[in-house]
């Protein structure tokens, strides 16, 4: 059996969204337990020019839904960016569950071979679909959930290596 560009991504985008709305919602509780403001863990940065927690969630959703669009070849939904709050980047993570449940297997496979072209303002990234998957889509994709799951980390956040990996079907913790 071999695997197909829908195996190779939906499920992990879908996976790893689900872990990333389980990683707010563990958020909520440390800072009810601890008497730290959620404002205060939407700030939270590394620096250095790195983006902060609300723009790393931004970001991996965007990462998602146009990675899962471009393969599919379907525009993704807009979302602007002006999440603000943790009901917010809750909304907009599920918002872009829903895109990314709603795409078929038919409308990704078939071609592994077709190109996909990204265009910046200094120039374009020519791809196949399934180099564009590998070595861009997904890796950009984890990425952005791995900053944001480790900003929480540092702030405290009792977030262990099974709750980035199976999210809210972790075990629990002794």
Same mark, same amino acid.
């Given at each position: 059996?071999?695997?197909?560009?829908?195996d190779v991504s939906i499920p992990v985008y879908l996976?790893?969204?689900?872990?990333?709305?389980? @990683?707010?919602?563990?958020?909520?509780?440390?800072?009810?337990?601890?008497?730290?403001?959620?404002?205060?863990?939407?700030?939270?940065?590394?620096?250095?020019?790195?983006?902060?927690?609300?723009?790393?969630?931004?970001?991996?959703?965007?990462?998602?839904?146009?990675?899962?669009?471009?393969?599919?070849?379907?525009?993704?939904?807009?979302?602007?960016?002006?999440?603000?709050?943790?009901?917010?980047?809750?909304?907009?993570?599920?918002?872009?569950?829903?895109?990314?449940?709603?795409?078929?297997?038919?409308?990704?496979?078939?071609?592994?071979?077709?190109?996909?072209?990204?265009?910046?303002?200094?120039?374009?990234?020519? @791809?196949?679909?399934?180099? @564009?998957?590998?070595?861009?889509?997904?890796?950009?994709?984890?990425?952005?959930?791995t900053t944001a799951y480790d900003l929480l980390r540092?702030?405290?956040?009792?977030?262990?290596?099974?709750?980035?990996?199976?999210?809210?079907?972790?075990?629990?913790?002794?």
């Amino acid at each position: 059996m071999s695997l197909s560009i829908y195996d190779v991504s939906i499920p992990v985008y879908l996976q790893l969204l689900r872990n990333l709305n389980h @990683f707010l919602g563990k958020a909520e509780t440390f800072a009810a337990e601890e008497g730290v403001t959620l404002a205060s863990l939407t700030e939270l940065n590394f620096g250095h020019g790195m983006a902060n927690f609300t723009r790393q969630i931004q970001f991996a959703s965007d990462a998602a839904k146009s990675g899962a669009a471009r393969l599919a070849g379907v525009e993704p939904p807009s979302m602007p960016d002006t999440e603000t709050t943790f009901p917010e980047l809750r909304e907009r993570i599920a918002k872009t569950i829903a895109f990314v449940e709603s795409l078929k297997p038919e409308q990704l496979d078939g071609d592994d071979n077709r190109e996909i072209v990204l265009k910046f303002p200094s120039g374009s990234m020519t @791809f196949t679909a399934k180099s @564009f998957l590998l070595t861009f889509s997904l890796p950009n994709f984890i990425f952005h959930v791995t900053t944001a799951y480790d900003l929480l980390r540092s702030a405290g956040v009792p977030l262990g290596k099974m709750d980035f990996l199976a999210g809210a079907g972790a075990p629990p913790t002794a």
